[in-house]
């Protein structure tokens, strides 16, 4: 009997100290806060530091009541990684729109930084998360630029057609080819710029005048003072070069000798 009654006050004794070891108001209220995180997106900063800050001030013991503090770690790291995409995407839609306006930014580096992050956007973990859906924009802008440059395209093959005329006397091979978009009174118009060789000497030139659509060659050849000179090339000559509008040169140049 006396070791019946020894047992039952140990259990007792056990079941009071699990009672007095309770988890805590503070880390249940943490807990509940984590859990109000939900899915993340750009506005989920605010609940998500302050998630972060009441975990901080627990105290060693409540810290290790808090059974989905790893929750609490992937919330972080998941708004990290949007944050990022996010930064990403807006500077290279703030890069985009300088294209038409601004020389020197190479549309070569734009297409790779876009494919980059469409590879992330398109990944198992991201393709169906709603919070990556503003790059779609993004798309939509990058289409209309690839659609720009088949315009651009047509107008180079008459400014190459109009070169050639001028120079038929002279033997002409075309090394480089730069374009870029410029839009006034909402019409785009196109700068192109060159480097070749004229009977064996390097020489590079830039268009000054401005040529919409696909102009006729007759066109170009009335407005040839505007784009060629013998003078050195200048650094827009060079800017243009590296054109923004990025065009197959080769396409062009057997489109203009046709």
Known sequence: MKKILS???????????????????????????????????????????????????????????????????????????LKEFADKTAELEEKLGKVFTEYGISYSEIEEQYKELEGIRNSEENKNNEAYKFFDELKTKMDAFDTEAEKAKASAVSYLKGFYELKKDKEIEIKELGCIAQTSDDTTYYLFAISFTEDGAEKKVYASARFANAPSVQSMLSYAENFYADAPASEKTDALICGNIVLDLEAVKTEAAK
């Open 7 to 81: 047992v039952l006050l140990i259990l007792c004794l056990t079941a009071l100290c699990l009672c007095s070891c309770g988890k805590s108001e503070e880390a249940k209220a943490v807990e509940e806060k984590i859990n109000g995180i939900g899915e993340i997106t750009l506005d989920k900063l605010e609940i998500l530091e302050e998630a972060e800050k009441q975990y901080a001030f627990l105290s060693g013991e409540d810290k290790g009541d808090v059974k989905n503090y790893e929750k609490l770690q992937q919330a972080r790291k998941d708004y990290d990684a």
